[in-house]
């Protein structure tokens, strides 16, 4: 479910992350507007708030409805690929620049949450940063062929259930832009995925149940490329048609 809440813009709504990322297309096609971005055509919205009630995958809405080798992609570049590849139908970096994967174990980000969370439960400051200071010198470097994360931080807070329940943790990432018909479900996904870890290091480490919640999101830009029209349209008639 999409609403648009004057004068905020659209709220995507749903109780797992593959009816977000459905409701999220049918949002972009219907209200975007059509733009240029680098010479390509697309259909935009400027910040979109999303939220998933449920943090689950696998998905059966995506199993059904994605492109199993791009959620694939990203899920393996979220945790096992050092190196980061554009699958787009028209890639716009070459290969070579860190992955999610390689910035995670670099700065060792998940064992950052874990202690941080584990030392102070209510704690305002487990989040991962994905952008890197020198990210900057490289995109200036290279304008025409460069590479910044789309989603540049994620949070994870926890919120006490009771001592006997333990806590629920929700997940909240921000995104400078996504191409929500491509890539969209991949990045929950691997958030989702992402949770799920951090959940399982968190309850052996308060050695009480964590878990996962919501998954909330802001993003600035959120796409669909002219190229891929026609088969964004096609799956949201078919999920109309058939759920």
């Known amino acids: 479910m999409y609403v648009k809440l004057e ?7 749903g109780e797992t992350i593959g009816s977000v990322w459905l409701s999220l297309i049918e949002s972009v096609l219907k209200n975007g507007e059509l733009s240029n971005d680098e010479g390509r055509k697309r259909l935009a919205l400027q ?6 009630v449920t943090q689950a995958f696998p998905d059966e809405l995506i199993r059904r409805y994605g492109n199993k080798k791009n959620i694939d992609a990203i899920i393996h570049l979220t ?5 980061m590849y554009d699958f787009d139908v028209i890639p ?3 290969p070579g620049a860190k992955s999610y994967y390689a910035r995670i174990k670099e700065g060792r980000m998940i064992e950052f949450v874990v202690k941080r969370l584990s030392d102070i439960p209510e704690s305002k400051k487990a ?3 994905f952008i890197h200071w020198d990210d900057y010198n490289a995109v200036l470097n290279t304008p025409k ?3 910044l994360p789309c989603i540049t931080s994620v949070q994870f807070r926890l919120l006490k259930i009771s001592n006997e329940k333990g806590y629920h943790m929700n997940t909240i990432f921000n995104a400078r832009s996504i191409d929500v018909f491509q890539k969209a479900n991949g990045n929950f996904a ?6 799920k870890k951090i959940a399982e ?10 878990w996962c919640g919501s998954l909330d999101g802001m993003i600035s830009d959120a796409h669909v490329y002219q190229e891929c029209f026609k088969d964004a349209e096609k799956i949201i008639r078919e999920y109309k048609k058939y759920g």
Do not use: Q, W
């Open 79 to 83: 945790f096992d690929k050092e190196i």
């Open 190 to 195: 691997a958030m989702v995925l992402l949770s």
């Open 7 to 13: 004068p905020f813009g659209y709220n995507i709504y």
């Open 92 to 94: 716009s970096f070459a």
């Open 47 to 52: 910040n979109i708030r999303i939220r998933s």
């Open 145 to 147: 062929d460069d590479y």
């Open 201 to 210: 290091e968190l309850t052996k480490s308060l050695k009480t149940p964590v």
């Open 127 to 129: 989040v991962i940063s």
